[in-house]
């Protein structure tokens, strides 16, 4: 089957997104290796919150690239938020990736990574939230895993990207949240670290002020 690699950059939320994307090659077939030079598709996973953020993912792309360029490497996919923000850009001044894969697209990837076409795109939801359902391949410490209760943030502050990036406030119900948690305890994790663009904000954009 054909050998995935992945470079994840930025944030534990961001770091859930890697996880599900190995979650669904994995459960499609895909070989998954830690090593680049072995992969004949690499990922990634870019952050573009900040400046030296965007330095490091664009990087972390001419590396893959040249993976590309000098060894088995075949596909790059660049996925994150640093397609969110510049998807349209990145294409067009670096011919090296085949396709991107913005923060809505994430549970498309074993799609993309199969595809033929250089720039094939799957359908977008601007909606999406990641749930129970979604697979997930940990890749924190065993008894650790970061557990992701919300997405996006609905407050406009002049400083942040994050609306642009990531969408409006999107919460997950308290019973995926739980359910979640419940599988991730049945594979041994012992400490569950709650993330969200704005956790404070949980359960607000359901109904309910007071929700967290």
């Given amino acids: 089957m054909t050998k995935v690699g992945f470079m994840s950059l930025g944030c534990p939320k ?16 895909f070989t998954l ?6 992969a004949e598709v690499l990922v990634v996973n870019t952050c573009g919150f ?21 060894g088995v490497c075949r596909r790059l996919v660049v996925a994150g938020c640093m397609v969110e923000r510049y998807r349209e850009q990145l294409l067009a001044d670096m011919p090296e990736i ?13 799609e993309v ?4 076409d250089r720039l094939f795109e799957p359908e977008r939801d ?3 939230l990641y749930d129970e359902h979604s697979p997930r391949l940990l890749t924190t410490p065993k008894a650790s895993a970061y557990l992701k209760i919300s997405e996006g943030c609905d407050h406009s502050c002049a400083f942040c990207v994050i609306p642009a990036i990531r969408g ?9 949240v739980v359910a979640e948690a419940e599988q991730l305890v049945a594979q041994g994790v012992l400490e569950l670290n709650l993330v969200g663009q704005d956790t404070t904000d949980f359960g607000r954009d359901l109904g309910d002020p007071d929700a967290l």
């Fill in 14 to 29: 961001n770091l859930v997104d890697s996880e599900v994307m190995l979650g669904h090659l994995r459960l499609k077939g």
């Fill in 33 to 38: 290796t830690p090593d680049p030079a072995q």
């Fill in 50 to 70: 900040i400046e030296s953020a965007k330095k490091e993912s664009i990087e972390a792309i001419l590396q893959a690239a040249a993976y590309k360029q000098d």
């Fill in 98 to 110: 085949d396709v991107c894969l913005g923060t809505r697209d994430i549970e498309h990837i074993a």
């Fill in 113 to 116: 990574v199969g595809a033929a």
């Fill in 126 to 128: 601007p909606g999406y």
């Fill in 168 to 176: 409006p406030q999107r919460s997950r119900t308290i019973a995926s």
